[in-house]
C-alpha cells in the first residue's frame, strides 16, 4: 500500500523525492499552444478587461488584437508543471509565490516552452519529513523554427516535497522481528499477525520506490541533470 508520503501531487505513486530536486536541476514542461476560444472564455468569467475579451476595441489599440490574461498565462504553466513534474513527484504544497512576473503579450496560437529551474533546496524545519524547494518557472514564445523568441512570463516559488521513505534496516531488532513473523503468519490462515503493530510490519516487501534514474543528482563534475516530461531530456543551454 502506498503511503500519502509516498504519492504523487496527482495521487500515484511517486518516483521523485525531496532528493532528486537538486540546485541546477532544469525540468523540460514541454510546450503548449494557446487556444483562442479558450483564452477569451477564461477573460470573460475571470478578467473581463476589455482587450482580453472585446477584439475591436483591441484592434484598434496599441495591442493590435486581444491578448490574454496573465492569469491565463499562468494557469497554462501550473497545468504543465502538473503534468510533466507533480504528477511524478511526491510533491506536498506551496508556501507560495515570491514573484510573478507577465513579461510580453500572449496571444492565440502562441507556442509557449515551458520549463522549471530548481535554485535551491533544504530540510523543511517546520515540516519534518519535507523538503523546501525553490524554483523558477519559465515561458517562452517559440518562433515558426521552434526557437525561443521571447520570454513572456517567469515565477519564483516554493514548493514542499517529501524525502524518499527509509528501507528496513535488518540489523534492527523490531524490523528483524516483523519480517520474521511474516512467514509464519502466512502459514497460519485466520491467525493473528504478531507484528503487525510493530513499526515497519506494513511496509511494502519491495521497499520504497526507485527515483527515475534520469533525476538523479548531478554528476561530480557540476552539471545539472536534466529531466523530461518526454522519453528523451532536451538540456536548456
Known sequence: MTTPDARSGTGRPAELFFEDLVPGLTVDLGVVTVDGDEMVAFARRFD?????????LAAASRHG???????????????AYVDHLLSRAAADASPGLE??????????????AVRV??????????RPGLGTVSLTGTMLRLGPDDRPEQEVLRTRFRGWFAVRPVEADPADPADAEAVEAAPADADRPGADRPGADRPGADRPADGPIAAD??????????????????AEAHRHD
Open 117 to 126: 529551474d530548481v535554485m535551491g533546496a533544504r530540510p523543511s524545519t517546520a
Open 213 to 230: 534514474p534520469s533525476a538523479a543528482a548531478a554528476p561530480s563534475g557540476g552539471e545539472p541533470t536534466e529531466i523530461s516530461g518526454s
Open 48 to 56: 473581463p478587461q476589455w482587450y482580453h475579451v472585446d477584439p475591436d
Open 99 to 112: 514573484e510573478l512576473r507577465w513579461l510580453a503579450p500572449v496571444r492565440a496560437g502562441d507556442r509557449l
Open 65 to 79: 488584437g486581444l491578448i490574454a490574461s496573465g492569469f491565463y498565462t499562468v494557469s497554462l504553466f501550473m497545468r
